[in-house]
């Protein structure tokens, strides 16, 4: 069915007062516990991300900075978060729920899916199929970006074995690289995976119409307040784009507001690309050694930036 734009806004507006009402979510005491729909939210991804920065709660929630400071310090008033200081760095600090926190989102998780349950538990299964797909129409239609926008985005189910594959099929047709390098990068992935702290680590997955382009990650290193920029991979239909330079500068802003110290890299001297990019984001050559780990001679290089 087609609507013009007059139409649809007067349409999104409407359903817009339907839901809120609905929900009760202008109400001051949201679905009569003690937390409105904001400080509901915030309790949430707290829950859910085993301990995040302020920066990233913010850039979660979309909340203004300085609202969520004010919730963030009545939950510690209340005594449902403590504020922990990273082992690597003092400066960063991630939030946290304790004990009587978990209680309380459990209970408000409860409420929740209990008053959901109240608004669709008498319709049928072929309604509550039709809904279902419905919101899922909704979400794709006012989430997705727009055609041909680059984003960048979180690691999810599957992408450690898409970074796995393109990695392995990329270097073995430009450079000759044989399985053992698709070994080493299986078990880089593995290992990020198995020992994954969302405070301090980071998997970004360029894609574009739903098609990866390209991935980094930043991990802990070897010593207290060092990153690790691991697996940096642009598709060649992304070349151009600037997408490597988006890619590693994120990668160095996270770094910074998770508190370390440096960053510290390992490539080859024959991916001149790559070096340029991190030459031109302030990184330094400090050692260079040949060798054959994955059955080639190379040159492998330490590079590292000073945050």
């Known amino acids: 069915m087609s609507m013009n734009l ?13 839901y809120t009402r609905r929900i009760g979510a202008l109400d001051e005491a949201h679905l009569g516990e003690p937390f409105g729909l904001a400080e509901g939210r915030v309790l949430y991804e707290i829950a859910q991300g085993q301990g995040l920065t302020p920066k990233a709660l913010a850039a979660e929630t979309g909340l203004d900075a300085g609202y969520l400071s004010r919730i963030l310090k009545r939950f510690e008033r209340e005594g449902l978060t403590d504020r922990v200081r990273a082992a690597r760095d003092g400066r960063s600090v991630t939030i946290r729920l304790n004990p009587k926190g978990r209680a309380a989102y459990h209970d408000l998780r409860q409420v929740a899916e209990g008053a959901v349950e109240g608004m669709i538990g008498h319709l049928s299964e072929g309604q509550r199929g039709d809904l279902t797909a419905a919101l899922s129409t909704v979400e794709s239609l006012l989430g997705a970006p727009p055609a041909g ?36 990068v299986a078990r880089i992935c593995a290992d990020f995976i198995e020992a994954f702290d969302p ?13 990866p382009l390209g991935s980094i990650f930043l991990v802990k290193g070897d010593k207290p307040g060092q990153a690790k920029l691991r697996l940096l991979l642009l598709e060649p239909s992304a070349r151009g784009l600037g997408l490597g330079k988006r890619l590693v500068a994120e990668c160095v802003a996270f770094a910074r507001a998770a508190g370390y110290a440096e960053i510290t890299l390992w490539t080859q001297s024959i991916l001149t690309a790559a070096r340029g990019i991190y030459a031109a984001q302030g990184f330094e050559l400090v050692a260079s050694e040949p060798h054959m780990q994955i059955g080639v001679p190379l040159v492998g290089e330490t590079w590292r930036l000073a945050l």
């Open 199 to 211: 405070a301090l680590e980071r998997c970004w997955i360029a894609e574009r119409d739903g098609a």
């Open 149 to 184: 926008e680059v984003i960048l985005r979180p690691h999810r189910v599957g992408d450690m074995g898409w970074v796995t594959e393109r990695h392995a099929v990329f270097y073995a047709r430009e450079y000759g690289w044989d399985e053992r390098f698709e070994a080493l």
């Open 6 to 18: 007059p139409d649809a806004i007067a349409a999104t507006r409407r359903f817009n007062r339907f």
